[in-house]
Nanobody
């Protein structure tokens, strides 16, 4: 399983970014994709849960600012991030958890300056 994430970058506080992650192979309704982030000096945390066959959810900490979505035809998941703050700075990873095991994307860096 290969996960290709993209879309990170450097932005100013209040701006937006959209992350994408394409996963190889077939996905089943029992599979789950997710977005995680790791800020400098902090533990990795999940920010979005994207079941391939169920309802999408984002973490309370980003509710109202982040939106997760999927495009099943393209095997791609997205994380639309708005009203970014310096606290959102970190490496963002997509993760596959399903029939083929658990795999992580390479991480894409998001840097938000004030």
């Amino acid at each position: 399983v290969q996960l290709q994430a993209s879309g990170g970058g450097s932005v100013q506080s209040g701006e937006s970014l959209r992350l994408s992650c394409q996963v190889s192979g077939r996905l089943f309704t029992s599979d789950e994709m997710g977005w995680y982030r790791q800020a400098p000096g902090k533990q990795r945390e999940r920010v979005a849960r994207i079941p391939w066959g169920g309802n999408i959810a984002v973490a309370d900490s980003v509710e109202g600012r982040f939106t997760a979505s999927r495009d099943k035809a393209k095997n791609t998941v997205f994380l639309q991030m708005s009203s970014l703050t310096p606290e959102d700075t970190g490496l963002y990873y997509c993760r596959y958890n399903g029939a083929r095991g658990i795999y992580w994307g390479q991480g894409t860096l998001v840097t938000v300056s004030s």
